[in-house]
């Protein structure tokens, strides 16, 4: 007899006897032989062939041990000696990601590229009222500097505002600055700039804070909008081998919009939330420096409300996300030592609040992810979870520095003491020109040469679990797997890696977009690796990206990507 797993918590279906009317571990719906299975499980690193029973892998073995569990109706795939790896997890991306209806700037390198993109957009969406998109480097533009002129240039008449690939700034035309009351007189917000030219008036570049004061003039997006979103990217996801992702600032708002999709059947990947931390100002934005008053209990009511709600398979919610600092290409990550060229960023919260907000998440059992960039505010995160620890009694809450990108060396051993997860995006090690011209000049030799290095987290001890921050970079694994594996732009350059001591292994690099990103959510006894037991979650690759030259890694496919024992996404060419 077929049978679907009924979507809740195992524990559930072993109280209401429904384990034992369908008997999930004997009936093999589907199984996979002939393949090069890398389970990432110690004990049988490899196999041939599993059985998947629901959503289950029931078993793991030689083709000759996983046939004989074929009943008359057990569909057989044949692998064809594929490499079959565990389903990746994104730990930390942001969904429903970009609207459908926003100009995509990424991969720019010219401002007659910019212009050009912009006002082929501009025409194909004559109605919308005001144009917005992302994804613009500052090496596209003469002295890597941006001016609303350039976007006046191609459009006047409708405001337009476009964020940097990072997010934490854009800028947009005059007719965007107009409406938004912006002049020459007007202050800079707290940690935020408006930037201004040598006449004094503002050039239409905002940075962190000060983007809500254009934010709030663009009308909001609709739940319609995103709902279309998430199921577009859902499936490039998919396509791309992600089984689970983090969502690293799920906003409030769009709660509905996932629940939408579950009701419908229709998700492919496996969502875990993280909505900011209070106080929110606005979405995404960081908090102001002072807290208003104490936090208490009581004020972590939605939280544990939404905690309550999300239990998973599919949805869960364990995490809460704070912003420590902004990026090192803005200047806006906060570094003990000035930047080349002077500053020091901006913290966006003094020590003693940090401590006593995150150890309330702490008491109440949530796991805390905190945005930290420079090496100043990678201490300040350290140093709240070193709080928590010791004023809760707590321990095993696995607390996360997000991004991490420029630890102080003596501050890495803290990670594993602490039990701390440095969650890092293995494409901000990608030197294209903004990294070789902006980031690491910005930094100076010392603090480049292991910014975004992979490697000292992993000879610290740390727990590493690799993720994307898509909508800002793109989500796909293999590209990722191969930058961290050479260091290198996808063309090769600069030839043996940019700071090659940082590169990582390719076991290394799938092993934190596997099992440390099941760890990193607390899902290691469900996912990660492959072994009995385990949710059915695995991708099928066109190459043996373990045995190829690394410059391969970037003509690997994606030959099928299962999830939950579904397919979610299958190549043409896969049988
Ligand atoms: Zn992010």
Redesign the pocket.
């Known amino acids: 007899m077929r049978r679907t797993l009924c979507p809740v918590a195992f524990t559930a279906l072993l109280v209401s006897g429904c384990l034992f009317a369908q008997t999930p571990a004997q009936h093999a719906d589907r199984i996979f032989v002939n393949g090069n299975i890398w389970t990432e499980a110690e004990a049988q690193p490899r196999a041939q062939a599993l059985a998947v029973s629901g959503d289950k892998i029931i078993a793991v073995g030689s083709d000759q041990e996983i046939k004989a569990l074929a009943a008359p109706d057990t569909a057989i795939v044949n692998l064809e000696g594929h490499l079959v790896v565990p389903g990746f997890q994104d730990s930390?991306?942001?969904f429903p990601g970009r609207s459908v209806n926003e100009v995509d700037l990424h991969g720019i390198e010219t401002l007659k590229d910019f212009q050009q993109r912009l006002s082929d957009f501009a025409r194909a969406h004559p109605s919308l009222p005001w144009i917005t998109g992302h994804g613009w480097g500052y090496s596209a533009f003469p002295n890597q500097t941006v001016d609303k002129k350039y976007i006046d240039e191609v459009i006047s008449d409708r405001p337009v505002y476009v964020l940097e690939r990072d997010?934490h700034m854009g800028f947009g035309n005059s007719k965007a600055v107009q409406i938004a009351g912006i002049t020459s007189a007007t202050p800079d917000p707290p940690n935020g700039h408006i930037m201004k030219g040598r006449n004094g008036e503002p050039t239409g570049e905002f940075k962190e804070a000060a983007q809500q004061l254009i934010f709030r003039k663009i009308p909001p997006r609709t739940l319609e909008d995103e709902y279309e979103s998430l199921l577009q990217h859902m499936d490039e996801a998919a396509a791309a081998g992600l089984t689970s992702v983090q969502d690293?600032?799920t906003n409030m708002k769009s709660f509905p919009v996932f629940e939408r999709a579950a009701a419908a059947n229709v998700l492919k990947l496996r969502f875990h939330f993280a909505p900011g931390i209070l106080p929110v100002e606005g979405d995404g934005a960081p908090p102001k420096h002072k807290l208003a008053k104490p936090l208490t209990d009581a004020d972590l009511a939605p939280y544990r409300k939404l905690r309550e709600t999300f239990q998973g398979p599919l949805l869960t919610l364990i995490a809460v996300k704070g912003v420590l600092d902004g990026t090192v290409d803005a200047r806006t990550a906060a570094m003990f030592e000035p930047y080349v060229g002077g500053g020091t960023g901006i913290p966006f919260w003094e020590q003693d609040d940090l401590n006593k907000t995150v150890a309330l998440y702490d008491k109440e059992g949530f796991q805390v992810m905190l945005?930290a960039i420079g090496d100043k505010a990678i201490n300040m995160a350290l140093n709240a979870f070193e709080y928590a620890a010791k004023t809760n009694g707590t321990s095993g809450r696995r607390h996360r520095v997000?991004?991490g990108e420029v630890p102080l060396l003596s501050d890495l051993p803290r990670f594993k003491q602490l039990g701390v997860i440095a969650s890092t995006q293995a494409m901000f090690a990608n030197p294209d020109a903004t990294v070789l011209e902006n980031f690491a000049p910005l930094l100076g030799p010392e603090r480049a040469s292991h910014a975004d290095s992979f490697k000292i987290y992993d000879d610290a001890g740390a727990v590493q679990a690799f993720?994307s921050?898509w909508g800002?970079f793109p989500f796909e694994p293999l590209p990722a797997i191969y930058c961290a594996v050479t260091r290198m732009t996808p063309e090769g350059a600069p030839p043996g890696g940019w700071y090659p001591a940082g590169r990582i292994s390719v076991e290394a690099a799938l092993r934190h977009f596997t099992r440390d990103g099941a760890y990193a959510t607390f899902d290691e006894k469900e996912r990660g690796t492959l072994t009995a037991g385990k949710l059915a979650d695995f991708v099928v690759l066109s190459k043996d990206i373990l045995s190829i030259p690394p410059a391969e890694i970037l003509n690997t496919k994606v030959l099928l990507t299962v999830m939950g024992g579904k397919d979610t996404y299958r190549d043409n060419n896969f049988p």
Do not use: N, Q, Y
Request: proline letters at 0%; aromatic letters at 8%; a negative charge.
């Open positions: 930390h991306l942001h997010g690293a600032f945005h997000e991004h993720g921050d800002v």
